[in-house]
């Protein structure tokens, strides 16, 4: 069961109802920025989390302003399709779920909330490797302020491009399910407040671990890429 900090109280609460009813995901980014990003990737994470684990999910974006602007940029960061928040009558949802930044005190409701990040990269947040941003980004606690540089990015880019090529190798490989203790500890990780980088360490553990046949490497990398949305199998069927 996935379990999410509540800024207004600080304390772990259920993200999902006990009866799996439905819940409503609402991003209230405050603008165009790259904390706005941050807010709108971990609705994003809390969406996918919640589906992995069969909870159905109304996803609404909640932007008082620059919407279309705000929606491209989600596209661009891999950000599934948010629906229109502003006036949204309730569907009888048994939650709600806010996400905000850690420097808006509204709204009402359970509030996750992410800390600021501080852009120090050359070039606008448009204008960089969005899925090296997006992995830079869940590098870090979602309660933790981050700054995003060309280093970070650079870190982030290479991973990604060793892992895509890796993912891409283990898929020529028979196929073997995910082993038991990984996916108990993947989901483990993310069922703590969403701790992608928890996640992102079991992962690093499989890659030098070399016990799991490439084939359950690649399941596992597949099946962690569900909540991430890297694109890991990328490159499958490319020339190696």
């Known amino acids: 069961m996935l379990r999410i900090t509540d800024a207004r109280t600080g304390e772990l609460v259920d993200a999902a109802p006990a009866r799996r009813g439905l ?6 980014p405050r603008g165009l920025d790259p904390t ?10 809390l969406v996918r989390a919640l589906e ?3 909870t159905p999910v109304w996803a609404l974006l909640a932007a008082e302003r620059q919407h279309a602007e705000l929606r491209a940029a989600a596209d661009a960061l891999g950000i599934r399709p948010f629906e229109d928040g502003e006036g949204a009558a309730g569907l009888g949802e048994a939650q709600v779920l806010r996400v905000v930044d850690l420097q808006r005190a509204g709204p009402d409701g359970v509030r996750v909330a992410v800390a600021p990040v501080t852009w120090s990269a050359p070039g606008a947040p448009d204008e960089a490797d969005q899925a090296a941003l997006r992995l830079a980004l869940l590098t870090h606690p979602r309660s933790v302020p981050v700054v995003i540089d060309a280093d970070a990015l650079a870190r982030a880019g290479d991973t990604l491009g060793r892992w895509r090529s890796a993912v891409a190798d283990w898929a020529r490989r028979p196929s ?8 108990a500890e993947l989901r483990a990780a993310w069922e703590d407040d969403l701790d992608t980088p928890g996640v992102l360490g079991v992962l690093r553990a499989v890659e030098d671990d ?14 962690a890429d569900r909540l991430l949305g890297l694109d890991l199998a990328r490159d499958l069927g490319h020339p190696a």
Do not use: C, I, K, M
């Open 23 to 28: 819940t409503r995901v609402e991003a209230h």
């Open 36 to 45: 706005g990003l941050r807010v709108l990737l971990a609705a994003d994470l």
């Open 52 to 54: 992995l684990g069969g």
């Open 176 to 183: 073997r399910p995910v082993p038991d203790e990984v996916r």
């Open 210 to 223: 070399p016990g799991p046949a490439d084939g359950a490497r690649f399941e596992t990398y597949a099946y």
